[in-house]
């Protein structure tokens, strides 16, 4: 398995550029996650899906953070306009299970994103 | 709302002593905890969980205890190796989010 794959592995933008964030998921997995980690806050859950609707969106900073999940097997997350304190890495995670039954989460790389 | 929390943001060990990484909760209701690993420029990885039927589970040199009176849960690293320098979390299945976590920094 190929695991959760993200992309961009880096980006770089200037303030103001939209930037969008890529996942796929594990397959099979029906619940899918966005976090960022910064040093001041930690590792921070932004939103997550279960079988393709967003369950719990709390975590999103502001309106210009929006998230999608077309099908199972794919989501982006999209920053528009960018700021210079969006800068953090960005992880997607998917697991089995949803809800408040939060089985272990499966994590990919990290999107590091620069917003100059 | 359900706080998950590591005890001591960083803890340094020498290399072969054993470590132990300290988390407290505060749901009773908390069914099912979990331990993850971030190494440097990678996404944090499982390392171990335990259900709360469970006082005790162990792994390859790892440990966790789960102390559901207290509502406290520990990992525990034998013979610390430089591997093990990493930044450790912990979750349960209502916590979502992990915070700081904890960095160990191994020694030689």
């Known amino acids: 398995d190929a695991g959760v794959i993200q992309s961009p592995r880096h980006e770089v933008t200037e303030m103001g550029q939209e930037v969008t964030l890529r996942c796929k998921p594990i397959s099979g997995h029906n619940s899918l996650f966005w976090y960022r980690q910064t040093m001041m806050r930690g590792l921070e859950l932004l939103i997550y899906?279960?079988?393709?609707?967003?369950?719990?969106d709390s975590g999103m900073p502001e309106d210009r953070f929006s998230a999608k999940m077309p099908n199972a097997s794919f989501s982006t997350l999209k920053i528009q306009p960018s700021e210079p304190r969006d800068s953090a890495v960005y992880f997607c995670?998917?697991?089995?299970?949803?809800?408040?039954?939060?089985?272990?989460?499966?994590f990919g790389s990290g999107t590091q994103l620069s917003v100059l | 709302g359900e706080s998950v929390g590591l005890h001591l943001p960083t803890l340094s060990v020498q290399e072969g002593d054993n470590s132990i990484i300290n988390c407290a909760y505060s749901?009773?209701?908390?069914?099912?905890f979990i331990w993850y690993k971030q190494e440097s420029g990678k996404g944090p990885q499982f390392i171990i969980d335990?259900?709360?039927?469970?006082d005790k589970r162990q792994g390859q040199r790892v440990t966790v205890l789960l102390n559901k009176t207290v509502k406290h849960l520990s990992l525990q690293i034998a013979a610390t190796q430089p591997g093990d320098s990493a930044v450790y979390f912990c979750a349960n299945d209502y916590k979502l989010s992990f915070g700081a976590g904890t960095t160990v920094t191994v020694r030689a």
């Open positions: 335990i259900r709360s039927n469970m």
């Open positions: 749901n009773s209701a908390s069914d099912y």
């Open positions: 899906f279960n079988n393709n609707v967003p369950i719990d």
């Open positions: 995670a998917s697991s089995l299970a949803g809800g408040k039954a939060n089985e272990k989460l499966f």
